[in-house]
């Protein structure tokens, strides 16, 4: 299998986590009301995405990330997990239950997970610069893959992500 | 480019009474403006996705004048690149119109109209989340005006 993992295009980010680097585990409530820990998923491919229910590009992205990335990958060994960024539990089930998602979406009330993963751009809040972004986990633990809102590269498709995971997991299934 | 941070995308809307010598039990308006700059949108009033954050224009109530509903500016529809649905946004110069009615009253006073504009924005390169702006209108209510027949009739109950 070819595991040359495209690299982000992004090249101004410090203050989040690199290629390689080991993601240190967290725990983070589910819109579903159990807790959900990262290492839950030790040993499979994880791509966690960042999203909020206010965000136009999120509700854009939304179908896309069920249907053509869990929905296509779950059987080769992918986990999708969602993390919604500062919002509550009620409402992150809403947009949950109203885009149709079936994998576990965590709820980040205070943002202090996803300010671990927020790239530094240009004195934004974290909850904003981590927006948008992907994160794939390898089996280990590490970050194989990351990439940040980039108006000039997004894709509601989230066809830059099937690639990667095609790379990762064997062609698509 | 990232354009700004949140609260200084926007400048703060401005205010305006119509007419600006508005007496007691008159009738006038509010107009609330708020100057969006090139390369930024807001949801509209009714977006036509649900979950994305309406402009609302809130005015705390007050016993010296009643607000009629809000009059929200007609949004444009526009399709953007990353998404295959369009939306209703605010660009530009966009007007926030109120009708008011001031309480009946023979005494002049200076109140302050206090409320918020709530709104979410995008650049071209980032969304933003919501925010809100602080919105105050001044206003000198001059006495009202008691026509002579109804005083003579006050002053003939007092006789």
């Known amino acids: 299998m070819n595991t040359t993992i495209p690299t982000t295009t992004t090249t101004t980010i410090s203050g989040t986590y690199d290629l390689g680097d080991e993601i240190p585990d967290f725990a983070l409530p589910a819109t579903t009301g159990e807790t959900v820990r990262l290492s839950d998923y030790r040993g499979r491919t994880v791509l966690m995405f960042f999203t909020t229910t206010w965000c136009p590009y999120c509700s854009a992205e939304a179908p896309f990330l069920e249907y053509e990335i869990w929905q296509r ?4 060994g992918l986990q999708v997990l969602g993390i919604q960024v500062k919002e509550n539990q009620q409402l992150a089930a809403s947009f949950a239950e109203h885009h149709g998602w079936t994998f576990p979406v965590l709820v980040d009330g205070d943002g202090a997970v996803s300010e671990q993963f927020a790239p530094d751009k240009e004195g934004l809040p974290p909850e904003v610069a981590i927006i948008n972004a992907h994160f794939i986990v390898g089996p280990d633990g590490t970050v194989v893959y990351r990439e940040f809102l980039n ?3 997004f894709d509601a498709r989230a066809t830059h992500v099937r690639g990667v995971l095609d790379q990762l997991l064997g062609d698509e299934p | 480019v990232i354009a700004a941070h949140a609260t200084t995308v926007l400048p703060a809307p401005a205010t305006q009474l119509e007419p600006r010598d508005l007496r007691a039990d ?3 308006r ?3 403006t708020l100057d969006i700059p090139p390369g ?3 949801q509209s009033h009714a977006p036509t996705e649900p979950f994305l954050i309406p402009t609302r224009l809130h005015l705390d109530p007050t016993a010296d004048v009643t607000f009629g509903s809000v009059e929200y500016p007609t949004p444009h529809t526009q399709r953007f690149d ?3 649905v369009q939306l209703d946004v605010y660009q530009g110069p966009v007007e926030f119109v109120v009708p008011i009615t001031l309480a009946p009253t023979r005494e002049g006073r200076a109140i302050t109209i206090t409320g918020y504009l709530r709104y979410q924005a995008c650049t071209d390169s ?3 989340p919501p925010a809100q702006h602080q919105v105050e209108a001044a206003l000198n209510i001059e006495p009202q005006m008691i026509p002579d027949a109804t005083r003579r009739g006050r002053l003939d109950q007092t006789d």
């Open chain 2, 82 to 84: 990353w998404t295959p």
């Open chain 2, 40 to 42: 930024v949108h807001l």
């Open chain 2, 26 to 28: 008159d009738r006038g």
């Open chain 1, 73 to 76: 990958y779950r059987a080769s």
């Open chain 2, 30 to 32: 509010l107009v609330v």
């Open chain 1, 151 to 153: 108006m000039e590269r």
């Open chain 2, 126 to 128: 980032l969304c933003l």
